[in-house]
């Protein structure tokens, strides 16, 4: 049809089809994409021709007709182009997201740094996740607890015995941990307020557990305030606990000789030697040279305390101060949260929650010094997006020459969403290529 016909309704169809039907050039990026765009564009313009091709009034002068048409055209000409200019707009938008993701794809920005997780020394000592179940899922009976904010976790005879440090039960399972088995059973009955565990230890001598709590607030004897009143600190105190079938029994509760910043600072991980008949506990702190604050988030100074049990000038039982292990450089942490002996008697791992990973190194309990050998850091496993998910393992056992098993608490409210998922669970990882383990260990195992 011409260009220059008089009927308005005519001018429409061919302003409308004319301005939005043309071909794809060679510049489209995405050749469906825009095809896609085109039928829209075409499809609106069938509409516009079908509507602009309704009939006037028959018998109607021709100034009539012109005057209706004219009316008419003006109401709809509005409405296809505000229908059309949707789809401008639409079609720019998908234009824009396509030229995005081309240019995302391209290559990166120079100065840009890529994730750690492509690091490829990093990614050599990145554990390996095995297995996973969340607390809730183990325990036939949950004795109607919601919530199990896992810290400590001891072996004994191929059987787990967890803690919590919001509740009084000893969660016992055996290594395969499977879903609400029978052998999976909570021991002990729930009080009034919070346990406080934070490290739990087998003591075979003596065919108990030692369970520490982190720091409780107690009365420094012969000591007073300036104003006469007993002075008071943060102590932690260690509970000696043996197992009867569902139940256990509180069998003696003795102070440690160490104080402690503040309650929620105190010890986090421990381990227990029996030694010519006398029994150590030795006693690693959460802070930096075991204090909190700024001088407690400073890596590379972190503590462990030895104790020995003993009594004091009251005959009461106290588990009293030998010395200081500082940590080697290389546990370079902000936090501590447990420690494990392998059984090879000099073997020892450390996780931190902050690092969300894991130092093994050497333990001479001859000198008691802990040594650099071989002082290597391996990281638990990251997201898809190479974001921290392990944000709070809080235990950590040894199964063999080359697995660990690690329990981990509840996710903090300040915490980002990815640490919720591996909350409150219990893991088995496998260390990298086992690079830690001596060949010795390894056939001895």
């Known amino acids: 049809e011409s260009r220059t016909s008089a009927d308005p309704r005519t001018r429409l169809r061919l302003s409308v089809c004319s301005r939005h039907t043309s071909p794809p050039t060679k510049k489209s990026i995405n050749i469906p994409n825009t095809m896609r765009r085109t039928l829209a564009a075409l499809a609106i313009c069938l509409l516009v021709s079908h509507v602009a091709a309704v009939p006037v009034r028959d018998g109607a002068a021709p100034a009539e007709q012109a005057t209706s048409s004219e009316t008419w055209l003006s109401s709809w000409t509005g409405r296809a182009e505000k229908l059309v200019n949707s789809g401008i707009a639409i079609k720019d938008h998908l234009s824009t997201m396509v030229s995005s993701k081309s240019d995302a794809s391209a290559e990166k920005p120079v100065g840009k740094k890529a994730p ?98 982190e720091a409780v607030e107690s009365v420094k004897k012969g000591v007073t305030t300036k104003d006469g009143k007993p002075d008071t600190g943060f102590f932690p105190s260690v509970v000696e606990v043996s197992v009867n079938g569902d139940d256990y029994t509180t069998e003696a ?3 440690f000789d160490y104080e402690y910043p503040s309650a929620s600072k105190g010890i986090e991980g421990a381990l227990y030697f029996s030694i010519d008949g006398q029994r150590y506990v030795l006693g690693l702190c959460e802070g930096n040279s075991c204090k909190d604050g700024a001088t407690g988030k400073e890596p590379g100074n972190g503590m462990a305390v ?128 086992g690079k830690w383990n001596p060949n010795t260990v390894k056939k001895e195992l």
Request: net charge negative.
């Open 116 to 213: 750690i997780c492509e690091d490829l020394d990093w990614r050599k000592n990145s554990m390996r996740l095995l297995k996973e179940l969340r607390a809730e899922a183990l325990f036939k009976d949950t004795k109607e607890g919601q919530r199990f904010e896992l810290s400590g976790v001891a072996t004994l005879k191929d059987e787990m015995y967890m803690i919590f440090d919001s509740l009084d039960y000893i969660g016992k399972t055996d290594e395969m941990f499977e879903y609400r088995d029978p052998a999976n059973v909570l021991i002990g009955t729930q009080g009034k307020e919070e346990s406080g565990f934070e490290a739990i230890m087998a003591s075979e001598d003596t065919n108990t557990f030692l369970i520490v709590r």
């Open 253 to 255: 509760e003795c102070k």
């Open 306 to 433: 030895l104790t020995q049990l003993s009594k004091d000038d009251d005959g009461e039982c106290i588990w009293k101060f030998v010395k200081e292990l500082p940590l080697p450089k290389s546990a370079f942490f902000q936090d501590y949260a447990d420690i494990a002996l392998h059984k090879d008697g000099k073997t020892v791992a450390i996780v931190s929650q902050e690092e969300a990973a894991i130092w093994v190194g050497g333990l001479d309990t001859e000198k008691w010094e802990f040594v650099d050998t071989p002082g290597m850091i391996y990281h638990f496993p990251r997201s898809i997006d190479c974001e921290v998910m392990y944000c709070n393992i809080e235990g950590v056992t040894f199964l063999d020459g080359n697995r660990i098993l690690t329990t981990s608490d509840a996710a903090k409210s300040s915490q980002s969403y990815n640490c919720v998922e591996k909350a409150q669970s219990v893991q088995v990882f496998s260390f990298p290529d």
